[in-house]
């Protein structure tokens, strides 16, 4: 496993985190319920639909929001 790794590139953040390329993207959302800025993982998407909304646990209300996986807007929410 570790010859695996070996063979992709790591990028290290000032904050300390390590990220290993293919493994999903950060993003920041603004939870609809309490206004808050909320950051969530997103995993890599294989399929090709544009407009696939994956379901997402909300940190700040604990309610279920649905983030588009290509652009990362929430469900109803305006082009950014």
Known sequence: MSEDLRKHPILRR?????ILPGMG???????????MNVQHWLADTTDDAKDAYVPVLCQACTKLHFINSSTGNLLGEAEK
């Open 25 to 35: 993207r950060h993003i920041v959302f603004k939870c609809p319920q309490t206004s």
């Open 14 to 18: 000032p904050t300390g985190i390590i």
